[in-house]
């Protein structure tokens, strides 16, 4: 059989693993890639025996080679609709890096193209795939855990807003709701069994600013990091309440004047909880003893290597029909509504609720 050709758009920093991970599967082959800046697209194809005659600075050029079968897109959040609706109706499959776009309207048009192009269409909600959800994932579904009412999620970073793109809201749709808590939201969301959202009450804030003062601590900067441009907000927090009567509480920063760094994923059940991160660990009750479980495995926390490759392999399985697509566009829309309604309630000021 012959192997899958892939394209990838968007040679920026999350991009190599993606590449990596397709270069590891012996069902595909590493076919085109494209990036506005030139230099960047020739030198991805250059890493990854790209032939150089298929580095495109213009995607269109990229989707336009009919031998191709599918792409991942790593661009920019705002170019996630126009780029992902461009490959499904020039029949590729797509793999598109969260948050799945900006707004929820474009979501909607997102999964329009997927029903009328009959392709598929995964999510980059990649932490699905790491070991720690996965061995999860057996408990709840084996029923360990119970009926799950509450989830608690924090991601804070104290001084690690990227600039760039991340900082600019135009671009980049929000801040560390839309690039962070898009993760922690989804896996939350996703391992409480995907419950339909009732409403959001939420706060947002832009106290700090990005806080480009700040000397001799080093963190992650986008290659075109601008001290002076910062329009999103630098912490939030949100209840998020299900139909069927569970509850999310979260929040996430950028900066914050905390002690240190925090990520936090926890979920109760009616028969036991679980820590998801930073360590997976498993909470119970047996004849009149409560238990705290640590599984010995690898790695109890998300192991990004590990679960990227998992999450392109499931792609290309996806495309082979071996299996569904584990997170279809279906659960992009619904996390889009979660968090359009955080931004949105958070500027007015009210709970927002889904009819
Ligand atoms: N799953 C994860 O954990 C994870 C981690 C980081 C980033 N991401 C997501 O991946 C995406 C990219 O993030 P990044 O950190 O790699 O950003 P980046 O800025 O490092 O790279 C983005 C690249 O896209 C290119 N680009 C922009 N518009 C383009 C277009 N129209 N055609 C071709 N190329 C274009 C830029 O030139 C740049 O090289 C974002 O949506 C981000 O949210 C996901």
Redesign the pocket.
């Given at each position: 059989m012959s192997k899958l050709k892939i394209g990838l758009?968007?040679?920026?920093?999350?991009?190599d693993?993606h590449l990596k991970a397709y270069r590891d599967n012996p069902e595909v082959e590493l076919y085109a890639v494209?990036?506005?800046?030139e230099a960047?697209?020739k030198a991805k194809a250059e890493a990854y025996g790209i032939a150089n005659t298929r580095a495109?600075?213009?995607?269109q050029d990229l989707l336009a080679l009919s031998e191709l079968d599918a792409v991942s897109?790593?661009?920019?959040?705002n170019?996630?609709a126009?780029?992902s609706i461009a490959a499904l109706e020039a029949g590729k499959h797509v793999l598109?890096?969260?948050?799945l776009c900006q707004t929820v309207e474009e979501a909607l048009r997102i999964e329009e193209a997927v029903r009328t192009s009959g392709r598929v269409l995964q999510v980059?909600?990649?932490?699905r795939h790491g070991s720690n959800t996965q061995i999860l994932k057996k408990f709840i579904d084996a029923g360990d855990l119970g009926d799950i009412y509450y989830a608690k999620a924090s991601c804070l970073r104290r001084f690690g807003n990227?600039g760039?793109?991340?900082a600019d809201k135009k671009r980049?749709g929000g801040g560390p709701v839309?690039?962070l808590g898009?993760?922690i939201i989804d896996i939350c969301w996703y391992l409480m069994g995907r419950p339909k959202v009732k409403s959001v009450s939420a706060n947002t804030y832009h106290r700090l600013g990005n806080r480009s003062n700040v000397q001799h601590l080093s963190f992650y900067k986008?290659?075109?990091y601008d001290a002076s441009l910062n329009t999103v907000e630098d912490l939030a927090n949100a209840l998020i309440r299900f139909e069927n009567g569970a509850s999310l509480m979260l929040d996430v920063s950028f900066t914050l004047h905390a002690k240190s760094d925090e990520l936090s994923v926890k979920l109760y059940g009616e028969k036991g909880g679980a820590e998801l991160e930073p360590e997976l660990l498993l909470v119970s009750e047996k004849y009149d003893t409560i238990l705290n479980m640590s599984p010995q495995i690898d790695s109890r926390s998300f192991d990004?290597g590990v679960a990227?490759s998992r999450e392109i392999n499931h792609f290309v399985d996806s495309i082979l029909g071996r299996t569904e697509p584990l997170s279809p566009v279906e659960d992009g829309v619904e996390i889009m509504k979660i968090l359009c309604a955080i931004y949105e309630s958070g500027e007015q000021g009210r709970e927002i609720i889904f009819s």
């Open positions: 758009i968007g040679a920026g920093s999350i991009s693993l494209s990036d506005l800046n960047r697209a495109f600075t213009n995607y897109i790593c661009t920019l959040n170019t996630h126009e780029v598109i890096e969260k948050p980059g909600f990649v932490r990227p760039g793109w991340f980049s839309i690039d898009v993760h986008t290659a075109d990004a990227f």
